[in-house]
C-alpha cells in the first residue's frame, strides 16, 4: 500500500508541474539559488530608453559573496565598476563621469538593484505575481521563460522576464523593465557557483585625483 501511494503521489506531482510549467521552473531556480553562497559570471547587457530610442551596450564581469558583497567590472565600457564592500556601493563610470566616485550606503532597495538574480528568487510567490513566458532554447541549452510582476510599488522594476535553464535552474536571460520605463536585458554568458573569492575584491579603492561624492551628504 505504502509503495502504491509513493507512486501515485510522483505520478500527481509530475502532473501538477506539467499544468504549471512557470511554477515548477521558479521552484527550481529558488532550489539552486538557495545553494549559491559565492558567485562569479559573465554577462552581456543592453539597456534601451524608450524616451530616446537608443540602446546601449555593455559586458564585463561580476563577482559575488552573499548576502551584500558585490562587483560589477565592466570590460565594455573598459574601467568602469560597481563595487558594494557590505556597507556602501561604490559606483565609479569613468566612461561618462570621469573625475568622480559615487558613494551610497547600502540599504535594502540598493542591495536589491545590485543582487538582481538574488531578487528574483527570494520568496517569489509572495513578492511577485508569477505567470508563465513559454519555452526557449538559448544557447544550446533548453530554458523556461517566467514573467514577475511585483506586488508592492517599491520594487527597482515594473516587469520582468527570467529564462531558466530546465535543467540545471540556473538564471540564463532576464529582461526588467524599470520603472523609469528603461528595459535593461541581461545574458549571463557563463556562471560559476561556489567559487573562491578573496575579500580583497569587493574593496574599493579611489583613484588619484577622483573626487568622491557622499550621496548620504545629499539627502
Known amino acids: ?24 521552473a521558479i521552484n527550481r531556480a529558488v532550489e539552486s539559488y538557495a545553494k549559491v553562497k559565492t558567485a562569479r559570471a559573465a554577462f552581456e547587457q543592453s ?10 551596450q555593455s559586458r564585463g564581469e561580476f563577482e559575488q559573496a552573499r548576502p551584500d558583497k558585490f562587483i560589477f567590472r565592466f570590460s565594455d565600457p573598459k574601467g568602469d ?8 556601493v561604490w559606483i565609479y563610470l569613468p ?8 558613494r551610497a550606503p547600502l540599504t535594502s532597495d540598493m542591495e536589491g538593484s545590485i543582487d538582481l538574480v538574488g531578487t528574483f528568487f527570494t520568496n517569489p510567490r ?4 508569477v505567470s508563465d513566458g ?25 516587469r520582468a522576464k527570467v529564462w531558466i535553464d530546465v535543467a540545471d ?17 541581461v545574458k549571463i554568458v557563463t556562471f560559476s557557483p561556489n567559487v573562491s573569492i578573496a575579500p580583497s575584491v569587493f574593496s574599493f579603492k579611489t583613484p588619484k585625483g577622483v573626487r568622491v561624492v557622499d550621496q548620504a551628504d545629499m539627502r
Request: aromatic letters at 4%; charged letters at 15%.
Open 81 to 88: 565598476v560597481i563595487v558594494s564592500d557590505g556597507k556602501h
Open 47 to 56: 539597456v534601451t530608453n524608450p524616451l530616446t530610442g537608443s540602446t546601449m
Open 1 to 24: 500500500m505504502l509503495k502504491h501511494a509513493f507512486v501515485l503521489t510522483l505520478l500527481s506531482t509530475s502532473a501538477l508541474l506539467a499544468q504549471d510549467p512557470a511554477g515548477a
Open 126 to 129: 509572495t513578492r511577485y505575481t
Open 169 to 185: 535552474g540556473g538564471l540564463r536571460q532576464f529582461e526588467a523593465e524599470e520603472q523609469s520605463g528603461i528595459v535593461r536585458l
Open 95 to 102: 566612461s561618462s563621469t570621469p573625475g568622480q566616485v559615487i
Open 134 to 158: 513559454g519555452s526557449a532554447v538559448l544557447g544550446g541549452r533548453a530554458t523556461r521563460a517566467v514573467v514577475l510582476v511585483p506586488k508592492s510599488k517599491g520594487s527597482t522594476f515594473v
